[in-house]
């Protein structure tokens, strides 16, 4: 199992991570989709459902200078292999992609974050710690449960 921060050095409007998983696509596409499942390595969720257009919140704890809520809409939904969000926090606006293939090794996850404007380096900072902390939630969450 590796987690990559497959980043480029000069990316200021993206960020991304590679996930090599021992897991079925089929496990992988379900810890990204089920609720109960997000709210161990991602948030908890409040209306989310795997269909496109479908709106949602993630909450976390608020923390100074920000309620603990993030506003997200499936923009798109490739059911095993796509999952595409838009995520909004304050003035942040940027989409989190998801996309699964199969491996030899069970699967490959990619995970990018886009969209982040100049002057957005503090948030971009804050994701890129954000993402390598819940992927790793996520790898500890896939090797536990069947």
């Not at 709210?39 to 919140?57: C, D, M």
């Not at 974050?113 to 969450?141: C, H, P, T």
Request: net charge neutral.
């Amino acid at each position: 199992m590796t987690f990559t921060d497959s980043t480029a050095p000069a990316q200021a409007e993206a960020i991304s991570f590679d996930l090599d998983l021992p897991h079925r696509p089929e496990k992988v596409w379900r810890a990204l989709t089920d609720p109960a499942l997000l709210a161990e390595w991602l948030l908890p969720t409040v209306g989310f459902k795997p269909e496109r257009g479908t709106s949602f919140t993630l909450q976390a704890p608020p923390q100074p200078g920000w309620d603990g809520i993030v506003d997200c809409r499936i923009i798109d939904l490739e059911p095993p292999t796509r999952l595409s969000y838009r995520w909004v926090v304050g003035e942040l606006d940027t989409t989190v992609d998801f996309t699964l293939t199969p491996s030899a090794a069970g699967s490959r996850l990619l995970i990018v974050q886009s969209g982040f404007k100049e002057g957005q380096k503090k948030n971009w900072g804050g994701a890129r710690y954000g993402w390598k902390m819940m992927g790793g939630k996520l790898i500890e969450l896939l090797a536990r449960k069947p």
